[in-house]
Protein backbone atom coordinates (compact mmCIF):
# COMPACT_ATOMS: atom_id res chain seq x y z
CA UNK A 1 0.00 0.00 0.00
CA UNK A 2 2.83 2.38 0.95
CA UNK A 3 4.23 1.76 -2.69
CA UNK A 4 0.64 2.93 -4.32
CA UNK A 5 0.18 5.76 -2.41
CA UNK A 6 3.66 6.80 -2.93
CA UNK A 7 3.32 6.22 -7.02
CA UNK A 8 -0.35 8.18 -6.93
CA UNK A 9 1.39 10.99 -5.06
CA UNK A 10 4.03 11.04 -7.55
CA UNK A 11 1.75 10.89 -10.24
CA UNK A 12 -0.83 13.45 -9.24
CA UNK A 13 2.42 15.64 -8.60
CA UNK A 14 3.51 15.49 -12.20
CA UNK A 15 -0.31 16.32 -12.87
CA UNK A 16 -0.05 19.56 -10.89
CA UNK A 17 3.17 20.24 -12.86
CA UNK A 18 1.74 19.70 -16.15
CA UNK A 19 -1.27 21.73 -15.11
CA UNK A 20 0.05 24.82 -13.95
CA UNK A 21 1.45 24.81 -17.56
CA UNK A 22 -1.25 23.79 -19.06
CA UNK A 23 -2.78 27.33 -17.44
CA UNK A 24 0.45 29.26 -18.47
CA UNK A 25 0.24 28.08 -21.93
CA UNK A 26 -3.92 28.05 -22.83
CA UNK A 27 -4.42 31.14 -20.53
CA UNK A 28 -1.14 33.82 -20.95
CA UNK A 29 -2.91 37.31 -20.44
CA UNK A 30 -4.22 36.53 -16.82
CA UNK A 31 -5.29 39.97 -16.90
CA UNK A 32 -7.66 39.22 -20.25
CA UNK A 33 -9.47 36.46 -18.42
CA UNK A 34 -12.38 36.68 -15.68
CA UNK A 35 -10.80 36.85 -12.29
CA UNK A 36 -13.23 34.38 -10.93
CA UNK A 37 -12.62 31.79 -13.70
CA UNK A 38 -8.74 32.75 -13.37
CA UNK A 39 -9.37 31.86 -8.92
CA UNK A 40 -11.57 28.90 -10.18
CA UNK A 41 -8.39 27.52 -12.29
CA UNK A 42 -5.80 27.89 -9.82
CA UNK A 43 -8.46 26.54 -6.96
CA UNK A 44 -8.15 22.93 -8.77
CA UNK A 45 -4.98 23.39 -9.91
CA UNK A 46 -3.94 23.21 -5.82
CA UNK A 47 -6.59 20.90 -5.06
CA UNK A 48 -4.25 18.34 -7.21
CA UNK A 49 -1.52 19.47 -5.12
CA UNK A 50 -3.10 18.88 -2.21
CA UNK A 51 -3.97 15.30 -2.99
CA UNK A 52 -0.35 14.79 -4.00
CA UNK A 53 0.88 15.39 -0.90
CA UNK A 54 -1.54 13.49 1.20
CA UNK A 55 -0.38 10.56 -1.16
CA UNK A 56 2.78 11.08 -0.59
CA UNK A 57 2.97 11.34 2.85
CA UNK A 58 1.14 7.81 3.22
CA UNK A 59 3.66 6.77 0.54
CA UNK A 60 6.02 7.36 3.38
CA UNK A 61 4.43 6.39 6.41
CA UNK A 62 2.03 4.12 5.78
CA UNK A 63 2.20 0.72 8.53
CA UNK A 64 -0.16 -1.76 8.00
CA UNK A 65 -2.40 -2.27 11.17
CA UNK A 66 -1.86 -5.45 13.23
CA UNK A 67 -6.09 -6.23 13.28
CA UNK A 68 -7.66 -7.48 10.45
CA UNK A 69 -10.75 -4.60 10.11
CA UNK A 70 -8.03 -1.86 10.71
CA UNK A 71 -5.99 -3.20 7.41
CA UNK A 72 -9.85 -3.46 5.62
CA UNK A 73 -10.40 0.32 7.00
CA UNK A 74 -6.84 1.15 5.63
CA UNK A 75 -7.67 -0.28 2.11
CA UNK A 76 -11.19 1.64 1.83
CA UNK A 77 -9.61 4.59 3.12
CA UNK A 78 -7.07 4.05 0.19
CA UNK A 79 -9.72 3.16 -2.26
CA UNK A 80 -11.57 6.81 -1.39
CA UNK A 81 -7.84 8.70 -1.54
CA UNK A 82 -7.51 6.94 -5.02
CA UNK A 83 -10.83 8.64 -6.25
CA UNK A 84 -10.46 11.61 -5.06
CA UNK A 85 -6.94 12.30 -6.55
CA UNK A 86 -8.59 11.08 -10.16
CA UNK A 87 -11.48 13.28 -9.52
CA UNK A 88 -9.99 16.16 -8.64
CA UNK A 89 -8.03 16.37 -11.66
CA UNK A 90 -11.10 15.57 -13.66
CA UNK A 91 -12.22 18.45 -12.04
CA UNK A 92 -9.63 20.64 -13.31
CA UNK A 93 -9.85 19.49 -16.84
CA UNK A 94 -13.61 19.26 -17.01
CA UNK A 95 -14.45 22.97 -15.12
CA UNK A 96 -11.61 24.43 -16.89
CA UNK A 97 -12.12 23.16 -20.16
CA UNK A 98 -15.76 22.03 -20.82
CA UNK A 99 -18.38 23.58 -17.92
CA UNK A 100 -16.08 27.22 -17.91
CA UNK A 101 -17.48 27.42 -13.81
CA UNK A 102 -17.97 25.61 -10.85
CA UNK A 103 -19.16 22.40 -10.89
CA UNK A 104 -19.60 19.48 -7.75
CA UNK A 105 -16.84 17.45 -9.41
CA UNK A 106 -14.27 19.29 -7.18
CA UNK A 107 -16.63 19.26 -3.93
CA UNK A 108 -17.01 15.93 -4.30
CA UNK A 109 -13.09 15.07 -4.83
CA UNK A 110 -12.27 17.14 -1.86
CA UNK A 111 -14.95 15.84 0.56
CA UNK A 112 -13.24 12.04 -0.54
CA UNK A 113 -9.90 13.26 0.46
CA UNK A 114 -11.67 14.09 3.52
CA UNK A 115 -13.16 11.07 4.80
CA UNK A 116 -10.68 8.87 3.21
CA UNK A 117 -8.40 10.52 5.87
CA UNK A 118 -10.49 10.57 8.47
CA UNK A 119 -11.17 6.40 7.83
CA UNK A 120 -7.05 5.85 7.83
CA UNK A 121 -7.66 7.72 11.48
CA UNK A 122 -10.42 5.65 12.77
CA UNK A 123 -7.72 3.04 11.50
CA UNK A 124 -5.12 3.95 13.64
CA UNK A 125 -7.32 4.87 16.43
CA UNK A 126 -8.84 1.04 16.35
CA UNK A 127 -5.10 -0.30 16.03
CA UNK A 128 -3.58 1.91 18.55
CA UNK A 129 -4.53 -0.46 21.48
CA UNK A 130 -3.05 -3.99 19.58
CA UNK A 131 -0.88 -5.65 21.25
CA UNK A 132 3.00 -5.01 20.06
CA UNK A 133 1.32 -2.60 17.27
CA UNK A 134 3.86 -1.10 15.53
CA UNK A 135 1.97 2.79 15.58
CA UNK A 136 1.85 2.56 19.47
CA UNK A 137 5.78 2.23 19.82
CA UNK A 138 6.23 4.76 16.95
CA UNK A 139 4.56 7.64 19.14
CA UNK A 140 5.36 5.96 22.15
CA UNK A 141 1.59 5.02 23.23
CA UNK A 142 2.05 1.91 25.62
CA UNK A 143 0.65 -0.84 24.91
CA UNK A 144 -1.35 -3.59 27.17
CA UNK A 145 2.24 -5.68 27.21
CA UNK A 146 4.40 -2.52 28.39
CA UNK A 147 1.91 -2.08 31.30
CA UNK A 148 2.01 -5.47 32.27
CA UNK A 149 5.82 -5.67 32.28
CA UNK A 150 5.85 -2.15 34.19
CA UNK A 151 7.60 -0.13 31.20
CA UNK A 152 4.02 2.25 30.78
Request: hydrophobic share 50%.
Amino acid sequence: MRRLHFILGALLFIAFVITGRVMRQDFPDKDVIDQEFRLLMRSRHIYILFASLINLCLGLYFVWGRQRRTRIFQMVGSAVLTASGVLLVWAFVSETYYVHHYSESSRRGIYLALAGVAIHLIAAAADRGAPGSVRSELVGIPSEDNDAAGQG
